[in-house]
Every structure is written in structure tokens, then in C-alpha cells.
């Protein structure tokens, strides 16, 4: 089992940045693929960027590539989403998720509001 915990969240004008972290407990960290993912009310949740296990793959949305990006320390069991000139439309939920290599997200944080003012 892989504990997930999310910090970093706040409330930014646009333009501006935040960095998010997750902090992951329990199994072998450096072997999950995490991803983030965010919801905005009354939308669906999706997903935001990924990184493989090593950091050397990242997948990201189009919405926020030049933007946003994602990096990992697997020593210290963190990954990391730096988010930059962040838009009212990135206020969301954002939330860290975790999966094996070929399978689902299936560990997730508790979630981290994110809140741009315009």
C-alpha cells in the first residue's frame, strides 16, 4: 500500500506560480509511476501530467505543457509539480496518484486546492 499526502496548495493571482508536493509512505516509491490530476467544480476529474519512475518520461496535458512541469526524488519519496504562469481556469483540486507499471492509478492523495484569482 502506498500512502499519498499533497501539499502546497493555496491561493495565487494569475500569472503567478506554486509548486505542489506529494509525499508518498509505504511501499517502494521509486517503483509507481505518479501522476497529478485535478478537478474543478462541477467538472470531471483529469488528468494533469505523469512521470515514469526514473523522471527520465513525462506525459503531460496540452493545457498545461510550457507551463507546468514534474520531477521526482525518489530519495526522499516526493514528486513534485512546479506550476507556472498559472490562469484562473487551473483552479482545481489537484491530487498526486500513484500506479505499477501497465496497471491503473490506484493510490491517491487527499487533494490540494489550487486557487487562481484573475
Known amino acids: 500500500q502506498v500512502q499519498l499526502v499533497e501539499s502546497g496548495g493555496g491561493l495565487v493571482q494569475a500569472g503567478g506560480s506554486l509548486r505542489l508536493s506529494c509525499a508518498a509512505s509505504g511501499r517502494t516509491f521509486s517503483g509507481y509511476f505518479m501522476g497529478w490530476f485535478r478537478q474543478a467544480p462541477g467538472k470531471e476529474r483529469e488528468f494533469v501530467i505523469g512521470?515514469?519512475?526514473?523522471?527520465?518520461?513525462?506525459y503531460y496535458a496540452d493545457s498545461v505543457k510550457g507551463r507546468f512541469t514534474v520531477s521526482r526524488d525518489n530519495a526522499k519519496n516526493t514528486v513534485y509539480l512546479q506550476m507556472n504562469s498559472l490562469k484562473p481556469e487551473d483552479t482545481a483540486v489537484y491530487y498526486c496518484a500513484a500506479r505499477l507499471p501497465g496497471k491503473e492509478y490506484e493510490h491517491w492523495g487527499q487533494g490540494t486546492q489550487v486557487t487562481v484569482s484573475s
Open positions: 512521470i515514469n519512475w526514473s523522471g527520465g518520461i513525462t
